[in-house]
Structures are given as C-alpha cells and as structure tokens.
C-alpha cells in the first residue's frame, strides 16, 4: 500500500484494485448521527397527514383562544332589534258607577260612599256614617252633592256668660254681629241662626254649643272630567265647579259661571266640551279611557278621538304625533271594553338571526352571536380535553406503574380494580352522576370542573394496563438489572428508568383520546347534561339541532359546531398516527 498522510489532509488508501479516500471527522461529508428526539421529529415531519392534523389543531386553538380576545362581542351578551308590532296602548269603557271627587282635606272613606249608594237607592236626603250625618244634594239623574255639617265656633256656658271659642280649626271669625246672632237664637229656643246670608245649625251638649253650617265636601256623578292642561286640574277637580258644569251640560246650556269666569260648553256625537276664552279647557263624556301601561300620559286629543270614535262606532281614529306624523289606532270591542291598539316599536331578542356583516355566523335562540359562542365554546371542549386526559395520565401511570414493577399480589389488587371499573357502563354512569349534579344546582363553572373529573375517573384503566404491561416487559431488561445492583430506590427506577421508556407510548395513546373525551363532553352537553348555560361548549351548541324546525331552517346554529367537532377530533387523530408511527423504530429513515 503506497500513499502519504498528513493530519491536516485527507488520508489516501491505495492497493492493486482500487483507491479510495477517507475524509476526517470534521469533513462536510461526514456522516450526521441525529438524536432519537430529532429523529423522531424528522418521521413525524415526513408523514403529510399529521402536519395536515398538526395544522388543524394550530388552527383550533387560535380560533377558540385568541378569537375571544379580538371578538368585539362577549359569550353571554344578548342582542336585541325593535320591530313594528300591534301593541295595546288603550283601553276604554262607558262608565256606569259613581265616582266621587272629593275637597281636599276631607275624608270620605268607602263606609260612607257604600252608604251614599244606599241613599240614593232609597231616596233619603241624609245618611250617617258613625257620629257624622251628611245630606244628599240631587242635582240630576246620575248627580249628587254630598254635604255635611262643618263646626265653624263653639259656646260654653258658665254661670249664665256664653265664652267663645275662637281656635275652632276652619271656623269663623267671632265678631258682635255672630255673638248678637246666637244669643237670640237661644233665648228663642230655636236649632238654626241666621248670620250674614247663611244658614247655621245648633246642637247643644249640656250647655256646650257647637255652630255648624252645611258644606259641599263631595259630589258623586257618572261622568269623567278630563283637563286639556294639567295645570288646570285643581279647578276642574273642585266640587263646585264639577256640578255647575254637569247642571249646566244636564240642561243643555251653553255656558255656565264658575268662580266670576264664564265657560262655554260644546256638544258634539255625545261628547261634551268645555270652553274658556274660545279655548278648549276640559272634556265631559261618560267613557273612561285609560292608557294601558302606568306610565305612559295620555293627551287630552287622543281620549277625545278615542270617544268620538266610540261613540260613532268607528275601528279606527288618526291622530299626529310630536314629530307631526300621522299615527293609526285601531279600536277593537271586546263585550263591554274598547282595546285600543297601535303599531309601536316593541324591544324583542334578536333570534335565529341569519348570517350578516354584524353576526358573520347569525344569532342563535338567545339571541347570542354564534360565532362568538363558538369560539368560547372551543375553549371548554379542548380545555376538558386535555384536562381529562392528564387525570387518566396521572392515575393511570402511577397505578400501572406500580401494578407492573411489583407484580403479585399488589398487581392482583390493582388489576382487580381496574377490572371493576371496566364493568361499570361509563356513559350510563356518566348521566346519573350529571344529573346528581342537577339536582344540587351546582354552579355551571364549578360544574366544568366536576365533570372533567368525572371523566378522567371513568377513564384512566385503559393506560394503566398499558402502562402495566410495557413495564412488566421492560423489568427484566439489562439496563433495570444494572440500576437494582447499583442500589437505585424503588420510585426512581419506576418513574426515572421505567416510565420514560413508555412516554412515547402514552403520548400516542393521549393523542388519540383527546378527540374521543372532547366527543364524549360533547355527548353529554347535547343531552343537555354537560356544560350549563351562559357557558358554552360545541356541544351545547349543537344541541339545537334537537329541535327539527331548527336543524331543517337554520343551519347556522349546528353545522359550524358539527364541522368544528369533526376538523378537532381528526386533527388529534392524525396527529396521534402520526406519532405512533415516527416513535415505530421499524419506520424506514
């Protein structure tokens, strides 16, 4: 063999048949020893179908952790539209009671109205109420002034000196004249005195005067009074000026003098106005007209339209609104009440909304953003998931673990309880602990949590027995002789010798469980089991296709969640079989 070397140069070989050279480590053709990890990751970057899965599952998690963050609406907002809708805004009936209207300051309860009722039935001129007499005034059919006595002064007698009581609350000025008035009157033994054009009555209670005079504290009629102006009301509420007018519409007059001011009255189709100045100042009419909700004030024009529409028997009236727009009313007779309805704009819940520029996927039945709702949705189903699988990982590996290192009795008992929880039907159990859940009202975010739980309890014996089975093969080997006789502890050589070796194994078991836990979240949540509103999952979503009005009408609602559940579970699965494959050491390189 003839050739040179030289440290820094390429060593040349030669010999009869051939030449051939060897280059030096640090040569750029030197052969590249990779790593298991690296060659792990170079098989599992050659198979398409699990970069396509890889993809997918980047795709998900985006779509269901940042979409939330960058969506402009929240999982549990509602959203609402206003809609033109037929909407009772009044009601009218003809009033056929008496209705009082009373001084103020006075009392007069309903003891002494039933027996005013029973007064005029029987056509007495007074009535008692306790130890108050009250005379009935009866100005007309369906018109009464109720009056009572009013003590205006009282008299002592002492030592035959009358002494007057001047503090009598809404009594009279004591002067010589009243004085002169009284002691005449009771010196002639009579019950009444004259005094200044007015007639007053005199009871005695031993030697104790009272002085009283008859005032008009209520009048009693059919008819409703209503005021063009508020500001008015005190007048047209008053007694006086409530039964000069009636007397005066009664009989057909055309004004009537109340308080030195003359008002004018107007008869037009039953209904009776008032006048002041030329002006309308009040409305009589014999229909009481009520706006159907509390609050809402009605105008002086709208009861009087809805009267005359009455009366004449129309179905409908026009008045102008604020903004000088006409509006319809419609007047529906129902027996002895008139329902007055209206278009008005009614707030409802924007439901089952089709897709827009607002709500790229619509609005499901609580009127929620179904987009929004989605990606909220993908949160909790992939948070079950991987939650759940590292509950079975944990308790999966360590009883496993210590089932197949010890064997004997101590894998009897543990396989003996995997054996037992293997004949327990999971998806049975499952809807009886849920609906144990049910019925202690458990929150719905500390419901997630319980049924993660739940899950990874009903689901870890397929990796213990995994688990089990790799490390009673791999106790045995060489490398567990040598960590024994070097005095190695037990739980290092279990979970720092064993368990590694089976690591690749569980990844690919994970993997491929994860679609069939967020499968089985979505199961439950579509029986209405799972996650509780306002939270939502995919499952919870599609659980509207329950309703076959909804799955035929609006796709919107399911589909989205469907395809998501479909993309997410093969996502996982060609992940996992691409994994199960680069840890194959049987894989071509």
Same mark, same amino acid.
Not at 94 to 118: P, S
Not at 268 to 280: F, H
Not at 388 to 397: D, K, N, P, T
């Given at each position: ?5 030289? #440290? ?27 790593? %298991? ?7 599992? @970057? ?41 909407? #009772? ?42 130890? =108050? $007499? ?51 009157? =009771? =010196? ?13 009555? !005199? ?78 100042? /009040? ?28 009366? +004449? ?30 278009? @008005? ?7 089952? +909304?089709?897709? +827009? ?42 009883? *496993?673990? !210590? ?31 849920? +609906? ?7 929150? %719905? ?10 899950? *990874?309890? @009903?689901?870890?014996?397929? $990796? ?5 089975? #790799? ?31 089976? @690591? ?31 939270? /939502?999952?995919?499952?919870?979503? !599609? ?16 589909? %989205?969640? *469907? ?27």
């Amino acid at each position: 063999m003839n050739g040179k070397f030289d #440290q820094d140069e390429k060593k040349v070989y030669t010999n009869e048949a051939e030449e051939f050279t060897v280059g030096t480590l640090d040569d750029e053709r030197r052969v590249k020893v990779l790593s %298991p990890s690296m060659l792990v990751l170079k098989r599992f @970057m050659r198979s398409k179908l699990a970069i396509t899965g890889l993809v997918i599952l980047i795709l998900m998690f985006a779509f269901s952790f940042l979409g939330g963050l960058i969506s402009p609406y929240g999982q549990s907002e509602v959203f609402k539209t206003y809609e033109m809708t037929p909407t #009772q805004y009044a009601s009218a009936i003809y009033n056929r009671e008496l209705r009082y209207t009373v001084k103020d300051g006075i009392t007069f309860d309903n003891a002494a109205r039933a027996k005013t009722i029973l007064a005029v039935n029987s056509g007495d001129e007074t009535f008692t109420v306790g130890d =108050q $007499i009250y005379q009935l005034e009866i100005f007309g059919e369906d018109l009464y002034a109720i009056s009572s006595t009013m003590t205006v002064a009282k008299v002592h007698v002492i030592k035959s000196f009358f002494t007057y009581d001047e503090n009598v609350e809404g009594g009279i000025e004591i002067t010589d004249e009243f004085k002169a008035a009284f002691e005449a009157a =009771q =010196q002639a033994g009579e019950n009444t005195m004259a005094y200044r054009g007015n007639i007053y009555t !005199i009871a005695e209670d031993n030697k104790n005067y009272d002085i009283g005079i008859g005032t008009r504290i209520a009048v009693a009629s059919k008819k409703i009074f209503d005021a063009v102006d508020t500001a008015d009301e005190p007048i047209i509420n008053s007694v006086d000026f409530r039964i000069a007018a009636e007397v005066a519409a009664t009989s057909k007059a055309t004004t009537f003098e109340y308080d030195g001011t003359r008002y004018g009255l107007n008869y037009e189709e039953g209904n009776v106005t008032v006048l002041k100045d030329g002006e309308v100042f /009040a409305a009589i009419s014999d229909i009481i007209v009520n706006p159907a909700i509390d609050d809402t004030l009605l105008s002086s024009g709208f009861k009087e339209e809805a009267r005359r529409a009455i009366t +004449s028997k129309e179905n409908s009236f026009t008045l102008k609104d604020e903004a000088g727009e006409d509006v319809r009313f419609t007047v529906e007779q129902s027996n002895a009440n008139y329902v007055i309805r209206t278009d @008005m704009p009614t707030e409802l819940i924007d439901m089952y +909304s089709p897709p +827009s520029a607002k709500h790229w996927l619509g609005t499901d039945a609580n009127g929620m953003d179904v987009l929004t709702r989605l990606m909220y949705g993908g949160r909790v189903s992939l948070m079950v998931g991987f939650v759940v699988v590292l509950i079975e990982l944990f308790i999966g590996v360590v009883l *496993g673990g !210590i089932s197949g290192y010890f064997g004997g009795w101590v894998d009897t008992i543990i396989m003996r309880l995997v054996d037992l929880f293997n004949c327990i039907p999971q998806m049975p159990m499952l809807l009886i602990l849920v +609906s144990v859940l049910d019925a202690y009202k458990v929150t %719905p975010q500390i419901r997630i949590y319980l049924l993660m739980v739940l899950l *990874g309890l @009903m689901g870890w014996t397929g $990796i213990a027995r995994t688990v089990r089975g #790799q490390i009673l093969m791999l106790r045995e080997q060489d490398f567990m002789v040598a960590t024994e006789a070097t005095g190695i502890g037990v739980r290092r050589r279990i979970f720092r010798h064993l368990i590694p070796n089976v @690591m690749p194994l569980l990844i690919v078991n994970a993997t491929m469980n994860l679609g069939g836990i967020i499968i089985t979240e979505a199961t439950l949540s579509f029986l209405g089991l799972g996650v509780k509103y306002p939270l /939502a999952s995919w499952g919870t979503i !599609i659980n509207a296709a329950t309703n076959v009005y909804v799955m035929t009408n609006y796709w919107f609602i399911w589909v %989205p969640a *469907g395809l998501l559940i479909l993309a997410t579970v093969l996502g996982f699965n060609f992940v996992g079989d691409g994994l199960r494959d680069a840890f194959d050491p049987k894989m071509k390189r």
